[in-house]
């Protein structure tokens, strides 16, 4: 008798974990709204990626052309497998010190694997990531990138 | 030629007579067979087509993605492309391989399903075979085609067709018999095995409503073991592509292969109009006992689409099985069948004619 009951309550538990599961899919169905896939080439204009999606290093310069880079190459120590390379020049300052700047920093975008240590490791916050993912090139050279625009400076009050 | 699209019987008839009066009966006759079979050509075809279609935006939608959208407007071009594709490719046959039977395997399942086709009623008077043992043959037909997927597995010398093909038949011989029980149980309710009579029975109230719980338990059983017998998963071992490449198709390629894979969809709408046909009233509107107004207006929806509304909701039904269940394994679908479904089926069928004896339903 007990194992005829067990035989009975087995079906009902049966059918209802098969109804929760259909619960689950059928969710999907019934909002198409919220799918995750984007049709990508045709909604280019719209698409916008999310917050954390990293896609390239970048080095954000305001309105006058200033960066936060001082040049300090801990960026360059910090990348793993040798995507940056920095090149720094010495300037004078207004009151005729000498001081290291930063002349061109090198981002190898083709070996980045954009792990985010350096963005983590610098200290001005002068690099970030951006959301540019369009990076197919012709020509392999064309992947290696300056990061501070030319003619750029260090903004005031970033300090070392 | 009256043309009514709420019954077709004028139609039908008018078309035959106007063919017996122009030509002998034996030319009527012959012309009559091929206008029925080009029209079910070309409805399999076109509906076997569709069914694919939408059963890649289905199971897309269930998986949250989009499905074919780049062929034709929403991607309804597709099927039609990929068919178009399948036709023009070579027809391989694997070394060794019984060439007899290996080329018959694929045109025993598809007349298995164009014979099961024959006795749907579509409308009133839309119906190619309409005699009193309609179910029973339908039943009987419908078994046909175990046979050539058998004969798949073993003429095309692949141990994977092989397996592929003893699982389906194990699998299907043994969901016959609730297939055949839980229409046996409505059999017993209508107390008819004639399909026009049977859809005749609910014009008042589909037989799911007025057979309550026996009806439900026996459409549930239903669609289980319908979803099983054309090999569909969760019950998709005979073909499951992980383990065994595609089962008893793996040999075949081009139009071969376009058959096995019609005859598939062709056999999921044979289930869903059955189990349309039989529990839900095939073509007819929905009725709600006394209220008159809300008759009229169901009854204003021409009956071919009220049989093609319910058909698409079970073959939704069925996908959505499909796309949710995991696949079970050789043992745990036989167990299904023989330790739960019969017996189940088998107390139900007891109800149901308790039920018909004390006259409790509506």
């Known amino acids: ?160 | 030629m009256a043309f009514n699209i709420y019954d077709f019987t004028t139609l039908t008839h008018n078309i035959h007579v106007g063919l017996a009066e122009s030509f002998s009966p034996f030319v009527a006759t012959t012309i009559e067979w091929v206008i029925v079979g080009v029209v079910y050509l070309l409805f399999v075809a076109l509906f076997g087509l569709f069914l694919v279609y939408a059963e890649r935006k289905v199971c897309a939608a269930f998986q949250q993605r989009l499905g074919p959208t780049r062929v034709g407007p929403w991607g309804l071009l597709q099927t039609i492309a990929d068919f178009i594709k399948l036709l023009m490719k070579e027809l391989i046959m694997p070394r060794k391989a019984d060439w007899f039977l290996y080329n018959l395997a694929p045109f025993i399942v598809i007349i298995a399903s164009f014979l099961a086709i024959a006795v749907i009623p579509f409308a009133k008077g839309l119906q190619s075979l309409d005699f009193d043992i309609g179910v029973f043959y339908l039943t009987a037909v419908s078994s046909v085609g175990v046979i050539g997927i058998l004969l798949a597995g073993w003429s095309s010398n692949n141990k994977y067709s092989l397996i592929g093909a003893m699982r389906s038949g194990a699998q299907i011989l043994s969901y016959e018999l609730s297939v055949s029980l839980s229409l046996l149980t409505m059999v017993v309710f209508a107390g008819s095995m004639q399909f026009s009579t049977i859809v005749e029975a609910q014009r008042d109230a589909w037989f799911i409503f007025s057979g309550h719980i026996p009806a439900i338990i026996a459409f549930v059983v239903f669609l289980v073991a319908g979803t099983a017998e054309t090999n569909r998963g969760p019950f998709d071992l005979a073909e499951a592509e992980s383990e065994l490449v595609a089962g008893f198709h793996t040999e075949y390629s081009g139009v071969k292969f376009a058959m096995f894979f019609l005859a598939e969809y062709i056999n999921l709408f044979i289930i869903s109009a059955v189990a349309a046909t039989v529990f839900l009233g095939g073509w007819m509107p929905l009725h709600f006992g006394n209220f008159e107004s809300f008759n009229h207006i169901m009854d204003f929806i021409p009956p071919v689409m009220w049989f093609f509304m319910k058909v698409l909701s079970v073959i939704f039904i069925i996908m959505w099985f499909k796309w949710t269940f995991p696949r079970l394994r050789v043992d745990q679908i036989l167990t299904l069948e023989w330790k739960y479904l019969l017996p189940i089926n088998l107390v139900n069928i007891l109800l149901m004619a308790l039920v018909v004896l004390t006259k409790f339903h509506f």
């Open chain 1, 1 to 160: 008798m007990k194992s005829f009951i067990e035989y009975i309550t087995s079906i009902f538990k049966g059918v209802w974990t098969l109804l929760v599961g259909m619960k689950v899919t059928g969710k999907y169905v019934f909002t198409p709204w919220k799918h995750v896939t984007h049709q990508y080439p045709e909604n280019r204009d719209t698409l916008v990626m999310f917050e954390r999606f990293r896609g390239e290093v970048i080095m954000p310069h305001d309105a006058n052309n200033e960066h936060k880079c001082t040049g300090c190459g801990i960026c360059e120590i910090n990348c793993p497998n040798g995507s940056i390379e920095i090149i720094s020049k010495s300037i004078i300052t207004a009151d005729g010190k000498k001081k290291r700047a930063i002349d061109q920093h090198i981002y190898h975008l083709g070996m980045c694997t954009l792990c985010n240590l350096c963005v983590k490791a610098c200290p001005t916050g002068a690099i970030v990531m951006g959301q540019n993912f369009e990076h197919a090139v012709w020509d392999r050279s064309k992947l290696t990138k300056v990061l501070n625009q030319p003619g750029s400076k260090i903004s005031e009050g970033i300090k070392e």
